[in-house]
Structures are given as C-alpha cells and as structure tokens.
C-alpha cells in the first residue's frame, strides 16, 4: 500500500502553481489563454548581473559554498539593509538560502513545533499556513477585509495572541493584495508586540522595491522589537530573477544559526552561480529598479481603471507589488449552465474554462470571495484579460 507520511498528507498543494499548471496545459491544447495567476516579473534579469553570472562560470564558481551564502554577497546585503533600510546588521545575521520560499520556512521550522501557534493574518500568501503545518503548528489566522484595505489592526493582533504564540508572519508589500503597511501601522503593531517579548516576527518583505507609497517601512526599525524580527527577502521580484532562486533572511544571531544548522541538513547553500549573480544585483546599478517599478505602477492604474468598469465588484487600488485582488461577492452563489459558483476558487475554474483567464481565487488566500490577478503582463493581454472577464461574468445568472 503506497502511503505517504502524515507530514506530506496534511499539506495542499499549491493553487498558484496548479492554475499556472492548468493554464500551461490548454495553451498546450492551441487554447489563447492569459496567464494572470503567476506571481513573477514579466521581465528579463538585468544585463549587467547577466554578466556577472557568465563571469562567475568563467571564474569557476563551480563548486560548495558556505551553508550561509559566500562572505562576499551577505556583506553586500548588510549594505544594502544599512544603505536602504537604515537597519545595521553584521554577515553572520545573513543567511542565503534557494529563494526567499525557503528562506521563511527555514524560520519557521527552526523556531515552531507542536503546540506553537502563529499568527497568520488574512488575506495570505498560499504557502505560510502550509509551512506552519509542516511545522506542526497551529495557524491562528486573523481576517482583514477590502474594507481595511487588508490590513490587520493592532487590536486585532492582541486579540489573537495567547500564552502559546510562538510568531507573527508579516508580509508588506502584500501578495496576494498588494497592500503596504504604513510606518503607524507598523508602530502600533510594534506596540503589541513590545509587550510580549517572546514573540517572533517574521517580516516577509520580497516586495520591497515594488512599492508605489513611496519609502518602505519595515518593522524592523522599531527598537521594541528589533532584536526578534526576522526580515526575508530576496532577488526575484526586484531584479526580475525568479528563477535564479536566491532568498536570504537578516535576523537575531540565534535564528540565523538555526537556519544554518537546518538548511545544513538538506539543502547546503544555494547555487553559486546565483549567489554571484545576487551580488551584482545588489552592488551594481539600481536604474532597472526603479524602471520596473514605474512600468509596473502604469499598468496597476491600468488594470484598476479596466477592473472598476465591471460591474458589481468591489476592487482596492494596491500601493505595491503587482496584484489586484477584487472581491467579487455579487458573483458568488451565481450558476453558469445550471453548475454553481459556490467560492472564488470555482470563480477562476469559471474564468479559466469560461473566459481563458486564469488567475488565482481567493479561497487559497484565506479570501473565499476575492480572486487574484497579476498585471505582471503586457497592457495588451491585462486590456484583452478585462474585457473577457467582464463578458464572462456577465453570463453568470
């Protein structure tokens, strides 16, 4: 009898890769569908951490690394930190890791286990409760509507918080709504917290340079609890390198020699050649950045405009990374040939099959009613995805 273990059993499957996956297979059928569930810039990496890569091959970057990523790129990221974040940190407070997917599952399962709670606040990124059940721990899952621009409240959180709380996961800018925490919101956050140190924070921050608000904000910079946030980050959405797969955490010493020790175990350091290609990213020219930036604002106050034409949805205009996440209430419970839409998840089935749109419901979000879509695309496929979403819902009775 094949049975897998009840660590694997207990975990879903990603929704984000399963509808890029169905996606893929009826283009692969001659089908013109738009692909506006990935989570990726639609971007090639920069010509000059190209280079540096090619010359990393050539240099013969062949071989192991430190567990924590070579010297040379975590004191290229406690520049980065220090330079664009006021934040000081020293090389063994950076650990490198296959992308920053890794990098907070490292944490998590370095510090929970068994009767540890985590504070996951909703909407969520799909696979945060999925590493806290790999983890063993409990998600405490704490909701925030369109109507708070969803983002969770200081009262809120204390509202969530137990003797059992072992950390909060923070992500800002937001995937899957694109919200961003201002500096007082994460103060009062902050606030909660500096009354119960034991707690962790978690700060996934892989948004960073995708914000339209201006200056990011990281709670980090809150001296109450400094020394017991944990920030993740990483290459790929700011440098259009996602599939280079280089992630890394900036945390207090202890974490940070927790993760070594884990990430020792089962992965060793991440690719060489992406590690060198990081460093480049991080010390070379920042013109691409913010290039990105404003091609991908444009298209946000595209994608809004075109959205808020549809009838009957309630649609926030996100202040980064590159998602809108409307909420379509109106629509649930509507039929399409007599087959129900009973949650967001049947709405991008709908979307997908109906209007070739594929995106990602809400329902894997933490979100039943709002679905997903990246403007991660050209303003051609966003105009054509809109307006055969519009149509398609439309055809709902």
């Known amino acids: 009898m094949n049975q897998v273990s009840e660590r694997l059993a207990v975990l879903s499957p990603s929704e984000t890769l399963a509808m890029s996956q169905k996606s893929s297979e009826l283009k692969a059928q001659g089908i013109d569908v738009i692909n506006l569930s990935v989570g990726e810039p639609d971007f090639f990496t920069p010509e000059h951490i190209k280079l540096a890569a090619k010359q990393a091959v050539d240099n013969n970057y062949s071989f192991y690394s430190p567990v924590a990523g070579y010297l040379s790129l975590r004191k ?20 490198c890791s296959s992308g920053a997917k890794q990098s907070v599952c490292n944490v998590i399962l370095s510090i929970a286990g068994p009767g540890d709670e985590i504070i996951v606040p909703a909407p969520y990124w ?32 204390e509202a969530a918080i137990t ?28 606030g909660v917290l500096a009354k119960y140190p034991d707690i962790i924070i978690i700060s996934d921050e892989i948004y960073e340079h995708i914000n339209y608000a201006g200056k990011h904000e990281s709670i980090a910079q809150f001296e109450s609890v400094r ?37 020792g175990q089962y992965t060793s350091g991440p690719g060489s050649i992406s590690q060198k290609a990081a460093e480049a990213a991080y010390t070379g020219r920042q013109d691409c950045v913010a290039a990105m930036r404003s091609t991908f604002e444009r298209r946000r106050d595209l994608i809004i405009d075109l959205a808020s034409e549809i009838p009957d949805i309630n649609v926030s205009k996100p202040d980064g990374a590159f998602y809108i996440f409307p909420d379509f209430s109106s629509y649930i419970g509507k039929t399409f040939n007599g087959k129900p839409v009973l949650h967001s998840a049947d709405l991008a089935i709908y979307l997908l099959e109906e209007a070739h749109v594929a995106s990602v419901g809400g329902l894997a979000f933490g979100a039943p009613s709002c679905v997903r879509f990246s403007y991660a695309a050209s303003d051609e496929n966003i105009i054509e995805a809109m307006s055969r979403v519009k149509k398609a819902l439309a055809a709902l009775k």
């Open 163 to 190: 003797d059992k709380t072992k950390a909060l996961i923070l992500c800002s800018p937001s995937n899957p709504t694109g919200s961003v925490y201002t500096k007082a919101e994460l103060g009062a956050l902050a």
């Open 126 to 157: 799909v696979s945060y409760v999925e590493m806290v059940k790999l983890a063993g721990a409990t998600n405490i899952i704490v909701r925030a509507d369109i109507k708070q621009d969803f983002k969770i409240t200081a009262s809120q959180l």
């Open 227 to 263: 020394d017991r946030t944990v920030i993740v980050n990483g290459v790929s959405k700011a440098y259009a390198m996602t599939g280079w797969r280089l992630g890394w955490i900036a945390s207090p010493e202890w974490i940070a020699e927790a993760c070594v020790k884990l990430q």
């Open 76 to 95: 290229a990221i406690v520049s980065k930190l220090k330079k664009e974040n006021g934040l000081e940190y020293s090389p063994d407070q950076i650990v």
